[in-house]
C-alpha cells in the first residue's frame, strides 16, 4: 500500500473510529483538528518504529514531523527512503 | 470586536473584596442550593487546598468543617506536616485516613509497578519514579509526550519515552489514588450531611489537569475561577502560612516528586497565567507578547500547547451523556 494510504487508514481505524476513512485533507493538522492528543503522539511513534523499522528520538517529536499526513510522509520519507521509494 | 486590554498585571486582584465574594457563594451554594449542613476539604499541604480550607474557616464555623488529610506510603511527610500546620493555623482538628490500605486493596501500586518494570526491568520499591513532559515550551513547539524517569537509592537516574500502554497502565494506577481520595471524602460528606467543597483552580480544570470522579468530584468549586497566581494572591491575604506559599506545586503522586510544571503545565505559573488569560479573552499573541517581553512566536507555541490540552480533555469537562442531553 501507498505510504500516504497507510498512514491515512492508521489514523482514521485508530483516531477516528470512522469507517467513511480518512476523511481530512493531507495538510490539515491532527493537533488542530483534535484527532491526536499526548497519547495519540504515544501511539504514531509506535505505528511509525513497528511499520518502518527505524527509531523515531524524542528531539524529533515536532509538529513538523507529526502534524500532518504530508508532514508524517515527509518524516518518513527521510528516516527510511528505501520504505518510501519501494511503496 | 474590540481587543481587551492587556498588561502584566491584569490579574491583580482585590483580595478582600474577591474573598467576600467567594466566601458569601460557598455559604450560599452549601447551606441554600445544596442544604447541606457544612463542609469537607482534602488538605493536601499544597496552595490550593490551604486556599480552600482558608476560606471555608471564614464561611462556616470550625464544627461545619472537615479538613480531611489522607497520605498514603508515597506521600511526602512534608505535606502532612503543612497540612497540619495549615488546619492549627484556621483552628482547625484535621482527621487523618490513611489510603495506603484502600489502594493496596485496589492493587495500584502493583499494577503501577508492572508498567514500570516492563520499561526498566530493574525497578523495585527502593527506586523512586515520576513522570514527565517535556518543558521549554516558550522555546520550541514540541509535542506532549510523556517520559518516565527513575531513580536508584544511589541516585543514578534513568529516563525513557513512555509507550502508549506502559503510560495508559501508569495513569490508570495512579489515578486509584485520586479517586480512593474522592471516596473517603464523600464518606464524611454523607456522614455529616456536609457537601464537598473542591480544590481545582481555573487552569487546572480549564486544561484537564484532573482525574474524572478523582480530585474533580466535588459540590462546590470555590476556587474554579481562579488563575494559579490569583490563589498565591488570595493565600497571602488569607494567611495562609509562607512553608505553603514558598513551596513549589507538586502532584505528591510520583515518589520522586514531580513538579506540576514538569508534570503537565510545561511553564512557570506567572507565564502561563497571562498567556492562559490571553487565549480565553482572544487576544492577538502578539498584543501578550508586547506585554510579556516575549516574541510572538513563543506566546503562539503556547497558544497551541493550552488549545490542544483544552480540545483533548474535553471529555473530562463533560457530564454523563444520555440521549435527552443530544
Given at each position: 500500500m501507498d505510504i500516504r494510504e497507510q498512514i491515512k487508514s492508521y489514523i482514521a481505524e485508530t483516531f477516528l473510529f470512522s469507517d467513511d476513512g480518512f476523511e481530512f485533507s493531507d495538510d490539515d493538522s491532527f493537533l488542530d483538528e483534535g484527532i491526536v492528543d499526548s497519547m495519540g503522539v504515544l501511539e504514531i511513534i509506535m505505528f511509525l518504529e513497528e511499520t518502518f523499522g527505524?527509531?523515531?528520538?524524542?528531539?524529533?517529536?515536532?509538529?513538523?514531523?507529526?502534524?500532518?499526513v504530508n508532514n508524517l510522509y515527509s518524516y518518513i520519507q527521510r528516516k527510511a527512503p528505501t520504505a518510501v521509494s519501494a511503496s | 470586536m474590540t481587543t481587551k486590554a492587556f498588561h502584566p498585571d491584569i490579574l491583580k486582584l482585590d483580595p478582600e473584596k474577591e474573598t467576600e465574594r467567594i466566601v458569601e457563594h460557598i455559604r450560599h451554594t452549601t447551606f441554600k442550593v445544596l442544604r447541606r449542613k457544612g463542609g469537607v476539604v482534602g488538605v493536601s499541604g499544597g496552595i490550593d487546598s490551604s486556599v480552600v480550607l482558608a476560606l471555608a474557616a471564614r464561611a462556616m464555623k470550625p464544627a461545619r468543617i472537615v479538613a480531611l488529610l489522607m497520605p498514603e506510603m508515597e506521600s511526602s511527610p512534608e505535606s502532612a506536616l503543612m497540612g497540619r500546620e495549615l488546619c492549627h493555623k484556621f483552628n482547625i482538628e484535621p482527621l487523618v485516613e490513611d489510603m495506603t490500605g484502600p489502594l493496596w486493596g485496589f492493587g495500584a501500586y502493583q499494577r503501577?509497578?508492572?508498567a514500570i518494570k516492563r520499561l526498566f526491568p530493574e525497578y523495585d520499591s527502593t527506586y523512586k519514579f515520576k513522570?514527565?513532559?517535556?518543558?521549554?515550551?516558550?522555546?520550541?513547539?514540541?509535542?506532549?509526550?510523556?517520559?518516565?524517569?527513575?531513580?536508584?537509592?544511589?541516585?543514578?537516574?534513568?529516563t525513557k519515552r513512555l509507550p502508549p500502554k506502559e503510560l495508559r497502565q501508569i495513569v490508570a494506577a495512579t489515578n486509584f489514588k485520586q479517586r480512593t481520595r474522592a471516596s473517603m471524602l464523600y464518606y464524611h460528606a454523607d456522614l455529616h450531611d456536609f457537601a464537598v467543597l473542591g480544590t481545582p483552580q481555573r487552569n487546572e480544570h480549564g486544561q484537564g489537569f484532573f482525574v474524572k470522579n478523582g480530585d474533580g468530584a466535588m459540590d462546590v468549586r470555590p476556587i474554579g475561577h481562579l488563575y494559579k497566581t490569583q490563589v498565591y494572591q488570595l493565600a497571602e491575604y488569607l494567611g495562609v502560612p509562607e512553608s505553603?506559599?514558598?513551596?513549589?506545586?507538586?502532584?505528591?503522586?510520583?515518589?520522586?516528586?514531580?513538579?506540576?510544571?514538569e508534570f503537565f503545565f510545561?511553564?512557570?505559573?506567572?507565564?502561563?497565567?497571562?498567556?492562559?488569560?490571553?487565549?480565553?479573552?482572544?487576544?492577538p499573541a502578539a498584543v501578550v507578547a508586547e506585554g510579556m517581553d516575549l516574541e510572538e512566536a513563543q506566546v503562539e507555541h503556547v497558544y497551541a500547547d493550552l488549545l490542544q490540552k483544552k480540545r483533548t480533555t474535553e471529555y473530562l469537562r463533560l457530564p454523563p451523556l444520555g440521549l435527552a442531553d443530544s
Open positions: 527505524f527509531s523515531v528520538e524524542d528531539e524529533e517529536i515536532k509538529p513538523e514531523n507529526f502534524d500532518s | 503501577r509497578d508492572e513522570i514527565t513532559l517535556p518543558t521549554d515550551l516558550l522555546q520550541e513547539r514540541k509535542l506532549n509526550f510523556f517520559s518516565a524517569t527513575i531513580i536508584s537509592p544511589e541516585g543514578e537516574v534513568q505553603i506559599r514558598s513551596r513549589p506545586p507538586t502532584t505528591d503522586t510520583y515518589t520522586a516528586g514531580s513538579t506540576q510544571e510545561r511553564l512557570p505559573f506567572e507565564t502561563m497565567d497571562l498567556i492562559w488569560y490571553g487565549l480565553e479573552n482572544d487576544i
